[in-house]
């Protein structure tokens, strides 16, 4: 479990008394969970330090706690720690490069390796279960909280799809089995994360009921700014239907396209056996093998990107 990078992110983390935590745009559970629950950690370990979450905050996430506003002159000689973000651009708050020793902590293929410590585990199922370990591995530098251990269960929890996905190790189940010893309440965590709101429940029926499903096993729906206006709903209101397409049977991969007010889309793109996340990097995107997003400028770039989706599945098939 343990990795002597975690060893050296402590210590940074013991001689720095200003430090700023980062995560990516459009924050996820895992996002928050693993910024804020670091956060929490540092705080409880070192409460002489000035310990601060940045980026925009997400209403709907609002559990998961809620973001600092401070000046460009707290980065003087701070440390910066940016978690769940694979690559700069993505970074949510530019700022991130103002200090004064910068850490990258993550799980995403690390085609950006930025930072003066660059810690990614591609094996780990979240950034959130890496800063667990961080935290259970360096003998009681960094001890668990209660309120860490809820944010990086979460974390957890948001990232595996609730232990579905093919992410989730022994590992990952080991860690969440001693989050879930601390004193807080994991199926409440459960209910937030499976309670949406009403137009994204019917958003969600919209999308079960117009899913195209062609005989390869590629789903598809483009989500345009007309359907999401019927709706009531914004781009972010999106992320409780990505795995939905998942759900049906004889879906193998899938795009879930979602017209930006610029005319422009992004693509959601998930798997349940082909490796996609090359089709994301050739359109602008990249992430996980199996969970990558891409962008697309136009309906013809969505085509390619379903047509790629169709090879791969195809290839697939022909190999399993």
């Known amino acids: 479990m ?18 700023i935590i980062h995560r990516h745009l459009r924050p996820d559970p895992d996002a928050l969970g693993s910024q804020n629950g670091l ?15 940045v980026g925009e905050n997400e209403d709907s996430l609002s559990y998961l706690g ?7 002159e707290a980065y003087e000689g701070a440390l910066v720690i940016v978690t769940d973000t694979a690559n700069q651009p ?9 200090g004064d020793y910068l850490i990258k902590i993550d799980h995403h293929p690390n085609e950006d390796p930025y930072g003066d410590i660059c810690l990614v585990e591609t094996h780990s199922s979240s950034s959130s279960e890496i800063i667990a370990k961080i935290s259970f591995s360096t003998e009681g530098t960094l001890p668990m909280n209660a309120a860490a251990a809820r944010l990086l269960y979460a974390g957890i929890v948001g990232d595996t799809g609730r232990f579905l996905y093919p992410a989730t190790t ?8 001693k989050l879930m010893q601390f004193d807080f309440s994991a199926s409440d965590i459960s209910q937030m994360m499976n309670t949406n709101s009403l137009k994204t429940a019917n958003l969600s029926g919209f999308v079960l009921q117009s899913l195209t499903i062609n005989d390869v096993g590629v789903a598809s729906i483009i989500l345009s700014q007309e359907i999401l206006g019927k709706f009531g709903a914004v781009d972010s209101d999106t992320a409780p239907v990505v795995p939905l ?19 422009t889309y992004r693509c959601r793109l998930r798997s349940k056996g082909p490796i996609i996340n090359e089709v994301a990097k050739r359109h602008g995107g990249g992430g996980h093998p199996l969970a990558s997003g891409a962008n697309a400028k136009d309906e013809s770039e969505i085509n390619d990107i379903i047509l790629e989706l169709e090879e791969l599945a195809i290839e697939w098939q022909n190999t399993h």
């Open 2 to 19: 343990g990795n002597p990078i975690y060893a050296e992110i402590v210590s940074k983390i013991q001689e720095y008394s200003t430090i």
């Open 39 to 53: 956060a929490s950690l540092i705080r409880q370990a070192y409460p002489e330090k000035k310990v601060y979450v």
């Open 66 to 72: 809620s973001m600092d506003s401070i000046p460009d």
């Open 90 to 98: 993505r970074v949510s708050d530019k700022r991130f490069v103002k």
């Open 170 to 177: 022994a590992v990952t189940m080991a860690i969440a089995s």
């Open 245 to 263: 397409p998942g759900t049906v049977e004889g879906v193998l991969c899938w795009g879930i396209f979602v017209e930006q007010p610029n005319g």
